[in-house]
């Protein structure tokens, strides 16, 4: 490596620690102790953790879409023990009324006065279990909370603590009376991912070792909020040049003029994907971001973005991001 | 006899078709450039050399090197413009972009995106694409552009338009360049939906079914006694409040009757006529926002509602019995 | 793009404006009714352009085509030729735009439009009328494009952008025809009509008429000398000799009994390189110069030379009295090359008729002439000193040179000898040829001009209209024919400097051209730009209009070596697909014209040796990712192909384009180009 480089990392570094930080080597230390954390519980799903992480830190929610008993839940509550986060669940169900999320004022009877009592979505990490089980009307309650950090209740506003972070689960094999996210409202989470089957070695290691809820329990906090606050300031910072953004503008382009896709990535969509590969790049221990970072963050953010055309995609066995992976040059 | 007189045409034209599939094999996107590009005079280009020619040999005979230099400039014009035309498609590209389904009889919409390699301007770019309406556009300062062309459609099922050919005289109009494009893209034909009444001979699975309640959460029914263990956010508080009595709300949920549009309902009409008929019936309960379900024979899609469904169940009806059904969507789950 | 479109608005401005505009030039030449013809059919169509009127039905049309057909026909007497054939062009120019519906319609107005320009050339050929009808060119050209575009497009200024370009592309390409095109000999014969009036020479003197021709400050000639220029004093230019008097007319006149005489012997011979009959009666002496003459259209056949001239033009002769002499008038700027020799002799023994012809006088009148001529006759021996005589009596008595002389009547001769004694040079050399005559020695007028100027920029003589000169030529025996200038007498510094000089003190120089740059030489400035413009309409004459097949012929041979037509054509093929490729590279070249970032150039320059090797990096492949690739294919030079990527990775994505230090990315460029080397 050569001087003039490293060059330009001090200088990155210089500007970091005025805005109280370390360097990015040292989340990065920070970031592997987390996510090894985790694996004592959630096991063999090193980079799903990582996306996950990403999430977080990029300051979006995350949507876990995957078969019951893969672990979703687990996962969540790791992530939650790990952070040291408030933690609640809801189990969404067809019945669910806006008011068993986000809360409902009650009548007091001493007081002859109403009293808002918050619902479970007043947590710093919500786990919305199963979210394709309820109705629209509960679907979008929860979506809008999580939109605007804040609840509105018979005229008064309720701001949701900080950080807030939701993990929603989701079914892919739907049954009757499921009711499955619009397009709309899958924007809201910044990514989504699969967690998919364990590994061999990995099973071998679940099957061997003892209930994920006992181990959760024995779980060391790792990150305070403070230190969370201060690496997500760090995301912020992180270099993305020109050559990345016409990378990630060339990949939007694609998708909105591919007749491979019914529509392309909104500009919303496109922030998500920076977003992410910002984090992603910390996660990594850079401070800048390179198109790796973008390759490995687009299937968790623009695959549920994404719709494909007729005929094209699928049975193929490719991912709708693969195919735009594979497409677009990188260097133009 | 006559036979014998049309083979050697047959033969050329099969020639040519082939050569042309060699030289342009069907593709997604390309750039135009040499190798696809053909360029001649057009009778105007033929007309003005021989003018040109005229004005020449008027330069000769009077000795006139003034008239001489007006035919030089004229050939050296013809021959400036055979770059600017050839340069008007060169460099050009483009790609297939989204198609729309139409029915049969209607008109399927194909869009073309055009983009300019470099600043270069283009202007007066004809396309000629099928039976469709010749359209010309300009892609002047701004580098890329969408054209939608409309090809009309008369068969049911998967139709790819034929090559594409694009054509320019631009700047003089003394020279024609052209490219042949066999573009890769295709879009659904449904069968033209004939207006009727459907038949109400399978009881039960009438059109007009009862709507059926059940507890939910999406309407406010009522109120209730309150039982301990209810929810208290349930708890009509405010009526509490007046009267001092706990009552709890009832929401229900509303569900339509699943109907099912039948095949056999149709039964003793020809195979376009009922497919004609469910077509109908198709658009008619989604515009309708109704739960329906489809029975072909062979295949069946469980009621459902909503935009995907209903294109599901017109992609069946568009390719029944065509054999194209490795064409299914990937993502009929969602529909579900 | 069917031809029955209608034509796009944008192209029918064009259309009508570079109508007018072709038109114009030939406002002045064309009969009346023509122009109000066109100007009807213009106004007409401006008036459907603005959706007031309608196109006219066909009844009309045909009534118009017919009866302009015919008045053509009426006009002209023919229907061809120059003259009658623009006329015709015009009109279905004009009539054409009338019926103009589509596209194919705007097209042949288009071509029609091309003609029209061409046709300008039959009549002008000044730079200024090449540069306006360029921009007629431009104007079609234009209208051309407008067809060509859809109807979205209706910026007429876009169109025009167009229309430049191209025609200042086509530029290069049009000299390197010109220049090396071959010129051939016409394929058939034609003639321009020479109706056309031009201010110049007259072939007939009458002295004591108002002096006219002193006073154009119009070009006569240009004269370029191969060497050195003669004195100006021997710069007599010959252009017409003049034998016949009627007591107030000098002209070439000739006497019913002295046709018989010049049957036998032909006047004029010398064309196409054919044989002189009088060719012994010349004698070249030495002194010789060599110079083109290029010439203003005179619509006359006769050429100017200093005696005694040849020339081995084709289209010049040699006429009896030892001009040169076109075979065709001049109707257009024509240059021919000459050599004379100074010292010469002519006739050394003149046939009788010819001696006749050159004594010819009226029977009577001028007396008092007659008897000086019988004075001095009987004073001097020989002929000679009878000429040396009558010119001393001219510089004894009070003769004095004068644009304004008086007027003459009756015996003009004597009013002027013995009462007047002012005039000019046609007065002198008319009463010198007049006392010659008397005296039974032969002589004649010779009418040209004298002098001239000389453009120091071009180093080529200028001679005016007002250098117009008449002197006297008399055969003396043993001698020939000998010139003598009475006027060089009268007023020396008329011959050795110039008329200007010669009438310094009277003022009347160009009296009447009170804006000609030439009666304004003593401002220096204007005398410069005068010489600079003349320059270059003497080069545009020389170079563009004179370029025939000779100066064609010795221009490539200088550039060249000796030509043929295969050579020729082989050059010219060469040179015009040279043109035309630079021109395409100009114009593709110019495309890619992102300007690439440094850093991604070397990377791909890498990404190419590689695929070269049978590594290719996929589109979507990032520059790690084909490291890995590589570094597995080739363990080897894993630590260079790994720097490598990092130093592009890091360059482009670690900084902005905008920070990024000058000094430290030359370092990371020129680092990189060293690790390529060594892959």
């Known amino acids: 490596m050569l001087n003039g480089i490293y060059g330009r990392k001090q200088d990155v570094s210089i500007k970091s620690i005025e805005q109280p930080s370390h360097d990015s080597s040292d989340y990065h230390d920070l970031i592997n102790a987390m996510v090894s954390e985790v694996e004592t519980v959630v096991m063999g799903k090193t980079h799903q953790v990582r996306l996950a992480l990403a999430c977080l830190f990029a300051n979006g929610h995350l949507l876990i879409e995957d078969l019951p008993g893969m672990g979703k839940t687990t996962l969540a509550h790791t992530l939650a023990g790990v952070l040291g986060f408030s933690f609640k669940r809801i189990q969404f169900t067809s019945d669910l009324l806006p008011a068993d999320i986000i809360g409902a004022p009650i009548f007091d009877g001493r007081e002859q006065r109403f009293e808002f009592q918050p619902g479970p979505v007043f947590s710093q990490l919500l786990l919305a279990d199963e979210i394709n089980r309820a109705t629209p009307k509960a679907q979008s309650a929860l979506l809008e909370a999580m939109e605007e950090r804040q609840v509105s209740v018979d005229g008064t506003t309720h701001p949701l603590p900080v950080p807030f972070f939701v993990i929603a689960t989701q079914n892919p094999i739907s049954q009757t009376g499921t009711f499955p996210l619009p397009e709309s409202q899958l924007d809201r989470f910044l990514m989504r991912i699969e967690l998919g089957y364990p590994a061999h070695e990995a099973e071998r290691r679940i099957l061997q070792g003892s209930n994920p809820r006992e181990s959760i329990s024995e779980l060391k906090q790792i990150l305070g909020l403070d230190q969370l606050r201060l690496i997500q300031q760090r995301v912020e910072s992180i270099l993305v040049a020109d050559p990345l953004l016409d990378y990630v503008q060339r990949l939007v382009h694609f998708s909105r003029q591919c007749s491979d896709f019914d529509f392309g990535l909104s500009p919303r969509g496109a922030l998500a994907l920076v977003r992410s590969a910002r984090a992603w790049a910390l996660i990594e221990g850079r401070d800048y971001v390179i198109p790796e970072d973008v390759q490995q963050v687009l299937p968790c953010v623009a695959e549920h973005r994404l719709r494909g055309g007729r005929g094209h995609s699928g049975h193929r066995g490719i991912t709708l991001t693969r195919q735009l992976i594979d497409a677009v040059d990188v260097l133009e | ?336 | 793009m069917e031809n029955s479109q209608p034509i796009p608005r944008n192209s029918l401005v064009w259309l009508l404006a570079s109508m007018f505009a072709g038109i114009a030039p030939h406002f002045s030449r064309l009969p009346l009714w023509v122009i109000a013809v066109c100007l009807l059919c213009g106004s007409w169509r401006i008036m459907v352009y603005r959706s007031r009127w309608k196109l006219p039905g066909r009844w009309i049309k045909a009534l118009l085509v017919f009866s302009s057909f015919a008045a053509v026909l009426g006009h002209y007497g023919t229907l061809f030729g120059p003259d009658a054939g623009t006329a015709l062009l015009i009109l279905g120019f004009c009539f054409k735009l009338l019926e103009t519906h589509n596209r194919k319609d705007a097209f042949t107005v288009v071509v029609l439009g091309f003609f029209v320009v061409a046709t300008a050339f039959f009549y002008t050929q000044s730079m200024l009328s090449a540069g306006y009808l360029l921009l007629v060119c431009f104007m079609v050209t234009a209208a051309l494009i407008g067809l060509n575009q859809t109807p979205l497009q209706t910026d007429p200024k876009r169109t025009a952008r167009r229309a430049f370009k191209l025609l200042l592309q086509s530029i290069p390409l049009m000299l390197v025809l010109f220049v090396f095109v071959p010129r051939v000999a016409p394929l058939w014969s034609l003639d321009l009509s020479g109706s056309r009036a031009k201010t110049g020479l007259s072939d007939r003197i009458t002295p004591g008429d108002i002096a006219e021709l002193s006073r154009s400050p119009e070009l006569a000639f240009r004269v370029e000398f191969e060497g050195s220029i003669p004195d100006t004093s021997k710069l007599y230019w010959r252009g017409l000799v003049l034998d016949h008097y009627d007591g107030a007319t000098w002209s070439r006149g000739v006497s019913n009994n002295e046709q018989s005489l010049m049957d036998r012997e032909p006047m004029v011979a010398g064309f196409n390189g054919e044989g002189i009959p009088w060719q012994a009666s010349v004698r070249f002496q030495g002194d010789q110069y060599r110079y083109r003459v290029i010439m203003e259209p005179t619509d006359k056949r006769w050429l100017f030379a200093l005696p005694a001239a040849r020339s081995e033009n084709r289209r010049v002769g040699f006429s009896r009295d030892f001009r040169l002499l076109s075979d065709t008038p001049i109707s257009q700027p024509f240059s021919y090359s000459v050599s004379s020799d100074l010292r010469f002799s002519l006739d050394t023994s003149l046939p009788r008729w010819l001696a006749q012809r050159n004594l010819q006088l009226p029977e009577t009148g001028n007396p008092r002439s007659r008897q000086l001529a019988e004075r001095l006759l009987k004073q001097s021996k020989t002929a000679s000193s009878y000429v040396t005589q009558v010119l001393t009596f001219f510089s004894e008595k009070t003769f004095s040179y004068t644009l304004r002389p008086p007027r003459l009547t009756g015996d003009r001769i004597d009013q002027f000898l013995f009462e007047t004694r002012q005039g000019f040079c046609s007065h002198y050399a008319g009463a010198f040829v007049y006392l010659m005559r008397s005296a039974g020695i032969p002589a004649r007028i010779v009418a040209g001009y004298q002098g001239g100027e000389i453009n120091p920029l071009g180093g080529h003589l200028l001679v005016h209209q007002f250098d117009a000169h008449a002197w006297a030529e008399v055969w003396l025996p043993g001698q020939g024919w000998k010139r003598a200038d009475p006027t060089a007498v009268i007023a020396p510094s008329r011959v050795e400097q110039g008329v200007e000089e010669a009438l310094s003190e009277e003022q009347s120089f160009l009296e009447d051209s009170v804006l000609s740059p030439l009666r304004y030489r003593s401002i220096n400035w204007l005398t410069q730009f005068r010489f600079a413009w003349d320059y270059v309409n003497f080069a545009w004459h020389r170079s563009v209009l004179g370029y025939d097949a000779k100066l064609q012929a010795d221009f490539l041979s200088r550039l060249l070596g000796p030509v043929d037509f295969k050579k020729l054509g082989l050059i010219m093929v060469l040179l015009t697909t040279l043109v035309l490729l630079g021109l395409a590279g100009l114009l593709f070249l110019n495309r890619r014209g992102h300007s690439r970032d440094p850093l991604l150039q070397i990377y791909l320059k890498f990404c190419k040796r590689m695929a070269a090797k049978g590594i290719r990096r996929m589109p979507g492949e990032s520059a790690g990712e084909y490291l890995q690739r590589l570094i597995k294919k080739y363990p080897d030079k894993a630590s260079e192909m790994e720097e490598l990527t990092d130093l592009y990775t890091q360059a482009t994505y670690s900084s902005n384009y905008s920070s990024n230090g000058e000094g430290s990315q030359q370092a990371t460029l020129s680092r990189m180009k060293r690790l390529l080397r060594t892959l």
Not at chain 2, 140 to 165: F, T
């Open chain 2, 1 to 336: 006899m006559i036979a014998l007189l049309q083979r050697p045409k047959q033969l050329l034209n099969s020639w040519s078709e082939s050569w042309l599939e060699r030289r342009s094999p069907k593709t997604r996107s390309l750039t135009l450039n040499q190798q696809r590009i053909f360029i001649i005079p057009t009778r105007d280009g033929i007309g003005f050399l021989l003018m040109l020619a005229a004005i020449f040999v008027g330069g000769i005979n009077y000795a006139n090197s003034l008239i001489l230099g007006v035919s030089f400039l004229l050939v050296s014009l013809f021959l400036v413009s055979i770059l600017h035309t050839y340069g008007n498609l060169s460099g050009l590209q483009i790609s297939a972009g989204r198609s729309q389904n139409a029915f049969v009889g209607e008109e399927a919409v194909f869009t073309l995106n055009l983009n300019s390699e470099g600043e270069q301007d283009y202007e007066a770019i004809w396309f000629y694409w099928g039976e469709g309406k010749p359209q010309a556009v300009n892609l002047i300062g701004d580098q890329e552009l969408s054209v939608r062309m409309l090809l009309p459609v008369n068969q049911r099922g998967y139709y790819s338009p034929p090559r594409l050919k694009i054509e320019t005289r631009f700047p003089l109009g003394l020279l024609r360049a052209w490219s042949w494009i066999d573009l890769d893209t295709s879009c659904l034909v449904y069968p033209k939906p004939r207006i009727n009444d459907y038949p109400r001979r399978n009881e039960g699975a009438g059109l007009d079914g009862e709507r059926l309640l059940h507890e939910g959460s999406d309407d406010f029914d009522g109120l209730k006694t309150y039982v301990a263990g209810d929810s208290p956010r349930n708890v009509a508080w405010k009526t509490y409040a007046r009267t001092g009595d706990m009552y709890s709300k009832v929401f229900v949920g509303q569900e339509d009757h699943e109907h099912w549009l039948d095949w056999e309902a149709f039964a003793g009409l020809a195979i376009e006529e009922r497919l004609s008929r469910l077509c109908y019936w198709v658009t008619q309960l989604s515009d309708e926002g109704r739960t329906f379900g489809l029975r072909l024979p062979g295949v069946e899609i469980r009621p459902a509602r909503g935009e995907l469904h209903r294109s599901e169940c017109l992609e069946r009806l568009a390719c029944y019995g065509l054999g194209d059904l490795d064409h299914k969507r990937v993502n009929v789950g969602e529909a579900e």
